[in-house]
């Protein structure tokens, strides 16, 4: 059975461009959940959705934006970038509503100069 | 307040020894669920073991256990016969109801293993 898979893995961009993130859950699985990862900051839930609707939503500005998928594929969309926004994205992903397990993907690498 | 806190920003043990990385957790709900991960310099978040709170027996998984003190609040992940491979960061992470999978994290604890 394949992982969460996420694309791409690493991306640079300049300020106040927008960016588009894509994230394919293990076969099966429902819920795809985002974080943000930063040294100063740790791992901040960004939102979680769920049979193709958000259900969960962290503490981030409305730049943070996301989706899901019939396939359950999820994409988040981060607009305006800012330099604070340059992070690890990862993406977890679960078989049901609280599931015992969350699959994280490998992360993608957002630089923004 | 910190939901999840890990007081131990590093950690040293050598190889095959035993060692325990601690975790509080605050939470005012009866259900929850506590699990740990294991992240290696390349990224990705490996889950380790997941301790219900209605669970009344420590969870183990191979090497790992979690010593789960309710009362207390801790869940502390012990990892027995340590590897070099086990050098990583860990982090503790709790899910609260009522719906969902909003996992809160803490900073996490380095763990380097020494030959």
């Known amino acids: 059975k394949a992982g969460v898979t996420q694309t791409p893995r690493y991306l640079i961009k300049t300020r106040g461009q927008q960016v588009t993130l894509s994230c394919s859950p293990i076969?099966?699985?429902?819920?795809v959940s985002w974080y943000q990862q930063t040294p100063g900051q740790g791992l901040q839930f960004l939102f979680e959705?769920?049979?193709?609707?958000?259900?969960n939503k962290g503490n981030f500005p409305g730049r943070f934006s996301g989706r899901q998928f019939s396939n359950s594929r999820s994409e988040m969309n981060v607009s305006t970038l800012e330099l604070g926004d340059s992070a690890l994205y990862l993406c977890?992903?679960?078989?049901?509503?609280?599931?015992?397990?969350?699959?994280f993907g490998p992360g993608t690498r957002l630089t923004v100069l | 307040a910190q939901k999840i806190t890990q007081t131990q920003p590093g950690m040293f043990v050598q190889e095959k020894e035993a060692v325990t990385l601690d975790c509080t957790y605050d939470?005012?709900?009866?259900?929850?669920?506590l699990f740990w991960y294991k992240q290696p310099s390349s990224g990705e978040m490996i889950f380790l073991i997941y301790?219900?709170?209605?669970?009344?027996q420590n969870a183990t998984e191979g090497r790992y256990s979690l010593n789960f003190q309710k009362a207390r609040k801790s869940a502390n992940l012990v990892i027995s016969a340590s590897q070099l491979g086990d050098s990583a960061m860990y982090f503790c992470?709790?899910?609260?109801?009522?719906?969902?999978?909003?996992?809160?994290f803490g900073t996490g604890t380095s763990l380097t293993v020494i030959p």
């Open positions: 992470a709790m899910r609260e109801p009522p719906t969902g999978n909003q996992f809160y």
């Open positions: 301790q219900g709170s209605y669970d009344e």
């Open positions: 076969s099966g699985h429902r819920s």
């Open positions: 977890a992903s679960s078989s049901h509503g609280q599931s015992n397990e969350q699959f």
């Open positions: 959705y769920f049979s193709e609707t958000q259900r």
């Open positions: 939470t005012s709900d009866q259900s929850y669920g």
